[in-house]
């Protein structure tokens, strides 16, 4: 592939700002915001003072039935745990 077609080539982003993350789990910005207000969707991350949700986390947390960010964090943790025990 040269360089003029792959600079061509769009490139899926790795994370979404709030309009975006909000839009790719189906809800409006200011249902999103309500949302992260109240603990009910993943913790954003955060690049310099700018607000992002990593689009991997986004699928598995709607693949596990959108549990709230508490819940969430107790099974991301267990995931995390269980893959790094299936590596050794």
Wanted: glycine share 6%.
């Amino acid at each position: 592939m040269s360089m003029a077609s792959l600079a061509a080539t769009p490139l899926d982003p790795a994370a979404l700002r709030r309009p975006q993350a909000a839009k790719f789990v189906g809800m409006g910005t200011s249902t999103w915001d309500r949302h992260d207000a109240a603990g009910l969707v993943p913790e954003a991350r955060k690049i310099g003072g700018l607000k992002v949700w990593s689009v991997e986390e986004l699928r598995a947390w709607i693949t596990a039935g959108c549990p709230n960010r508490t819940t969430w964090c107790a099974m991301r943790a267990d995931l995390q745990r269980r893959n790094s025990t299936a590596k050794k």
